[in-house]
């Protein structure tokens, strides 16, 4: 059967809007952006659309996709949004206004589950890119196609190579009013509330060996904590610079779609005892490299070598510190370059989240401990692998030890975003719910771009059956972390709960295509395999998803997670009494803790009414009321 044939295509005019410096803004004053987005769109966007016959396909954490069927409609709705958001912005400091880039193309879309893909939705995404804060940017089929129906000027911009489109697309900007088209102009100057502001991308690892990029990426997010904690300075959070790596992409078009006028770029070479780092900060607005410099260093220099890289940025933006600033930024979070280096090796280890890496991770973390005692980030690593292997193999750690863990990390630096997110799922894991939701809300406060304190907040609601709150930690957790494949797995099962088909179909998605890629670079960890094996049951693909499932099994036949995993993958595709059979020999040695996930998991809807199902759910329910 031709599959191809099978799919529904149209030609459809489609528009992709996202916030200007989203990251920023959230770090500012996350509430208080949240709320003001929502009030935008439900008040003034969403009324807009409807009013040009617009269908909204998709909405993120801080971006719309909408097709309409109408190019003069697609156009005429971006122009009067641009308008309005402009006199909803005025009087506002700018660190409050919530403004728009757009992009809009005329193209071809394939249909599925009311969702819209193919080459037509990645040039709106890329146009969107493109344009200025409240600005439009259009594809030359879209200006085309308006001719002079609208009273819209377009100055053309050039033809643009986008990533991963071929052949390059010509790219006009809107003039909103009365403009002619084809009227050239200068560069807008950048705004005031945009002057200080620098997106730090991350530094080309030189090494020659792909083991070595943990300590490139572990050097930019330092560099990315010491400036922010400058008051004066916006920088962009961790992971939305992240997804530029790998990519060349040009300096002007990151600094237009991160809304900054600073780029700072480098790479690291680690040979042995030595390092090299080189760096250059960027005036986007003017092209020019304000400053650039290289250290070949011993490698226990790495701290001073961060150090000055930050001196150097505060200098060339004539920034002045403020005392309690200057010291935040020489006090380095460890004196060892040898713990810092079993830390960062740590910190990679634990994001793959199987028992045997997360074993390997507390044992980088335990060594950097061993060679200083005072290290907090390292103590709430042990932390937190402690928990998550608990989390399944309850007797693996007492709770006593994690929480005093926590406690010793947080006597070191009580302002730890990671030190409070362990010591939440420490408490939550101990029946103190209350507590927890603290802890972890405290995390997120101190730092709303850790992906451990999303992740975890994510888990927390969703053992509260609070499915719809859950979604939008676990999206913002899949965003900080573009490897992260255990949140589009729980994002799946959140949106089937809630009945939005269209949603899971898209996470599921997400799902296989990172845990792919992960699958690849570590065909020994069985999580990949098994949350895969999920995400190809939600899709339909049963034999995929058998095939998945196996292989998760044949890696670690003891992974108590995997085979939690293939009972929700067989309740999936039918085959329920498999799928009794291994919740009856999985539940009774899992923790108390999980028994909360296993009440609420939706995949399990297809059994729930069986008699053995419930007398399983009795025997968890004895569980989780003993002491």
């Known amino acids: 059967m031709d599959i191809e044939a099978l799919l529904e295509r149209r030609l459809t005019a489609i528009l992709a809007a996202n916030v200007v410096g989203y990251s920023r803004l959230m770090g500012t004053d996350e509430a208080g952006t949240l709320a003001a987005l929502k009030r935008h769109r439900r008040e003034f966007v969403e009324p807009k659309i409807e009013e040009h016959r617009g269908r909204i396909v998709k909405l993120t954490g801080d971006g719309i ?49 009311g969702d819209i893909f193919g080459d037509g939705v990645n040039v709106a995404a890329r146009l969107e890119g493109l344009a200025d804060p409240s600005g439009i940017a259009v594809s030359a089929s879209v200006r085309d196609q308006i001719g002079s129906r609208l009273t819209l000027g377009f100055v053309d911009r050039g033809e643009f190579s986008l990533k991963n489109i071929a052949p390059n697309i010509r790219v006009y900007t809107v003039v909103l009013g009365d403009g002619a088209a084809g009227q050239e102009s200068e560069a807008p100057p950048v705004d005031s509330g945009y002057e200080l502001s620098i997106a730090v991308l991350p530094f080309t690892n030189m090494s020659h060996d792909p083991e070595q990029e943990y300590f490139s990426d572990g050097i930019t997010e330092d560099i990315i904590t010491d400036l922010s904690k400058i008051s004066q300075l916006h920088v962009v959070a961790r992971n939305t610079v992240f997804t530029y790596k790998g990519k060349a992409v040009k300096i002007k078009q990151i600094a237009h779609e991160l809304g900054v006028r600073y780029i700072l770029e480098g790479s690291v070479r680690k040979v042995g005892e030595r390092v090299r780092i080189t760096g250059q900060l960027i005036d986007a607005h003017t092209g020019g490299h304000l400053w650039a410099d290289r250290y070949d260093r011993d490698l226990t220099d790495i701290f001073a070598i961060q150090d000055e890289i930050t001196h150097a940025i505060v200098n060339q933006l004539r920034i002045k510190l403020l005392p309690e600033e200057k010291k935040a930024i020489e006090s380095d979070p460890t004196t060892s370059v040898e713990a810092y280096t079993y830390y960062l090796r740590g910190r990679q280890f634990s994001h793959a989240w199987t028992r045997a890496y997360m074993l390997l991770a507390r044992r980088m973390f335990l060594k950097a401990v061993e060679l200083d005692p005072n290290y907090a980030r390292a103590y709430a690593g042990i932390a937190d692998c402690e928990c998550a292997i608990r989390d399944w193999h309850e007797k693996d750690f007492p709770l006593e030890s994690i929480l005093d863990m926590s406690a010793r990390a947080l006597s070191l630096d009580p302002h730890l975003a990671e030190a409070h997110a362990s010591r939440g799922m420490a408490l939550h894991q101990d029946g103190q719910t209350e507590e927890a939701g603290r802890e972890l809300r405290q995390a997120l406060a101190l730092d709303p771009s850790l992906y451990e304190a999303n992740f975890h907040y994510g888990r927390y609601l969703f053992m509260q059956g609070r499915f719809g709150e859950a979604a939008e930690f676990f999206t913002r957790a899949a965003e900080i972390r573009p490897d992260d494949y255990l949140s589009p797995i ?130 968890v329910a004895g569980c989780l009321m003993s002491p």
């Open 65 to 113: 996709l909408v097709e309409f069927s109408s190019v003069v409609n697609a156009v005429a709705c971006a122009a009067e949004i641009q308008r309005g958001m402009l006199d909803r912005n005025l009087g506002l400091a700018k660190t409050r206004r919530i403004e728009l880039r757009i992009g809009v193309h005329l193209g071809d879309v394939i249909v599925e589950d």
């Open 490 to 619: 729980h994002l799946m099962t959140c949106y089937r709960a809630l009945g939005a088909e269209p949603e899971r179909r898209r996470w599921a998605r997400t799902g296989i295509e990172r845990a792919e890629r992960a699958l690849e670079q570590h065909p020994e960890n069985s999580g990949p395999a098994h949350r895969g094996a999920l995400a190809l049951a939600h899709l339909g693909e049963v034999e995929r998803a058998k095939e998945w499932a196996a292989r998760a099994l044949a890696i670690d036949p003891e992974d108590l997670v995997a085979q939690y995993n293939l009972a929700c993958v067989c309740s999936l595709v039918g085959e329920c009494e498999r799928a009794l059979d291994l919740l009856e020999a999985v539940v009774p040695q899992s923790s108390g803790y999980h028994l909360l996930w296993f009440k609420q998991d939706s995949d399990l809807d297809a059994i729930r009414d069986h008699p053995r199902f419930r007398s399983l759910l009795d025997s």
